[in-house]
């Protein structure tokens, strides 16, 4: 707030004294001039009366016409207050104009000294308020600056999401026709090659060969396309486990070399700050590899008390002194839209950096709290169903009766057809999500189940977990596309025997169906 302070426009040094004396003893900073003209001059250079007090002889009728002008030339927040001390005789037009506006006073003389007093007193509360609708006029001056800055901003962040996500279309649009559709195509062919060698068996052997190994090829590339737009290892197991794999991934697809510090006391509570805080990590160090310069990138993630905290930091090239991506026109939109997600979710994002030095992005996000389902656990005997041996002399071993859990129709297809070429395997049930296997367990009674690890409904870990609470004796085989070590160790720790991936040989299912995991294969849980 500006100070108070009262001008006086007196010719004769008593009066002069008198109101100047009044001033201060209301606490009020004073002015006091003999003209019109030099206080006209006084505010011209700066200096910021709050009242202005008159005496009617100090005015002469040029003087009150420019001080007229003057008043008329004040912001459209400001109205001086002027008191205008009169005697009570008729004035001409120049005064007239002066008395006509809205903010002059008229006080008669004789006057006592309280009655200016009272006055000034409201004249300087007058001019208080004006002085607080100045400022909130400035403060919203520059907050209708800043909200047309970040309209601007977000409008082009919007163009730029719509390409962002019209490239990811082109993406998958060049993988499938120029790898998957290419590969399925050279398949078709090789299978062609195969029918007319029908009779020529080791012709024959090698053109399947070399069609399984364009499936691998196809089914490959599909689990990479896959963990790109999802990895299962965060929705599975976890932010730490998820930015282990971006580590390897990026270092694999980019060259850029990840030091991971990441203590599990770090890991978020909820699935979407998850999620967002590995999608920030993502787009941070692909910034990294696009701006930085650099061959090598720390990410570490920590719990603070009530807050989880991520930095990603290199040693590039690093950023302009002061840089904030909220006020950069031609600015990275990555880091802005990175703030913009972690202040949805209460947090803040900060930029420490120094040119050629590197920079070192901090992100973070309250902790929420932890979910409270109630989660079965797994039974303490986890006791492994033996298949009957012919014990009874002359008995051949009965088949064992397997049941086939995948949301996949041709997935089912293809496993039954493969077993029930062997007779020792007998396929007594298919079903299509984990709460549907949890029921045929009480009713089919099978001897093994083959499930899925991703399916609606009820995934194969849950489903694993509840069937092997209540039914120990059945064995379970976890099956997926996905190869990561996290997604075997949940199927493994909910009392899945093995892992297995569905690409690999169908004679690897065989054989684990018929003889059972070996106890090193089932302790590991590395995927085969």
């Not at 062609?192 to 090698?206: E, F, P, Q």
């Not at 930091?313 to 703030?339: A, C, I, K, M, N």
């Not at 991703?454 to 059945?474: S, W």
Request: negative net charge; hydrophobic residues 40%; charged residues 30%.
């Amino acid at each position: 707030m500006d100070d108070l302070s009262v001008a006086i426009v007196a010719p004769t040094g008593r009066d002069a004294e008198l109101m100047g004396r009044l001033m201060r003893s209301e606490r009020l900073a004073c002015r006091t001039v003999d003209s019109i003209s030099a206080l006209m001059g006084q505010l011209c250079d700066g200096y910021g009366a709050s009242v202005v007090v008159i005496a009617e002889e100090a005015m002469g009728s040029r003087e009150t016409r420019d001080f007229v002008d003057l008043l008329d030339l004040q912001p459209r927040w400001s109205d001086l207050p002027v008191l205008l001390l009169a005697s009570g005789r008729d004035s001409g037009p120049p005064l007239t104009d002066l008395v006509s506006r809205r903010a002059v006073e008229v006080l008669f003389r004789p006057l006592r000294p309280e009655t200016l007093a009272a006055a000034v007193r409201a004249a300087v509360e007058n001019r208080r308020r004006q002085y607080e609708i100045r400022d909130l006029l400035r403060e919203s001056e520059r907050l209708n600056i800043r909200l047309d800055h970040r309209t601007r901003q977000l409008r082009r962040l919007s163009l730029q999401l719509s390409d962002a996500e019209e490239r990811e279309r082109r993406r998958l649009a060049t993988y499938v026709h120029d790898d998957l559709q290419q590969i399925l195509a050279g398949t078709a062919f090789h299978l062609d090659v195969a029918s007319r060698r029908i009779d020529d068996r080791a012709s024959l052997r090698d053109s399947l060969s070399r069609v399984r190994g364009l499936l691998d090829e196809a089914i490959a590339g599909t689990r990479n396309l896959s963990q790109e737009l999802s990895p299962t290892s965060l929705r599975r197991s976890g932010l730490v486990a998820a930015l282990k794999w971006l580590a390897e991934h990026v270092r694999s697809l980019h060259g850029l070399r990840v030091d991971l510090n990441a203590s599990s006391v770090g890991e978020p509570a909820d699935g979407a700050s998850a999620t967002f805080l590995f999608r920030a990590t993502q787009e941070l160090l692909l910034n990294v590899v696009k701006h930085a310069g650099a061959d090598r990138a720390e990410v570490s993630l920590r719990g603070e008390g009530e807050h989880i905290e991520l930095v990603v930091r290199d040693h590039g090239r690093g950023f302009p002194s002061g840089y904030d991506p909220d006020t950069d026109e031609d600015g990275t939109f990555g880091l802005f839209g990175v703030r913009e997600r972690a202040e949805l979710f209460g947090g803040s994002m900060e930029i420490e950096s120094e040119p050629g030095i590197g920079s070192a992005i901090r992100l973070r996000l309250p902790r929420p709290a932890r979910c409270t389902d109630p989660v079965v656990e797994a039974g303490e005997d986890r006791r492994r169903g033996a298949q009957a041996s012919g014990e009874a002399a002359g008995t051949a071993p009965s088949p064992v009766r397997v049941v086939l859990v995948d949301d996949h129709a041709v997935v089912r297809s293809g496993l039954k057809m493969v077993l029930v070429e062997h007779p020792q395997i007998d396929v007594v049930g298919e079903f299509s999500d984990g709460r549907q296997a949890v029921e045929a367990a009480a009713s089919v009674h099978p001897d093994l189940m083959l499930m899925d690890v991703a399916m609606p409904e009820m995934d194969g870990v849950e489903a694993t977990r509840l069937i092997k609470h209540d039914h120990p004796e059945i064995r379970v085989i976890g099956l997926s596309m996905f190869d990561d070590r996290e997604t075997a160790d949940l199927m493994i720790e909910a009392g899945a025997e093995i892992y297995l991936s569905k690409s690999g040989p169908s004679e690897r299912l065989v054989e684990a169906i018929l003889t059972g995991a070996r106890q090193g294969e089932t302790r590991s849980g590395a995927p085969a």
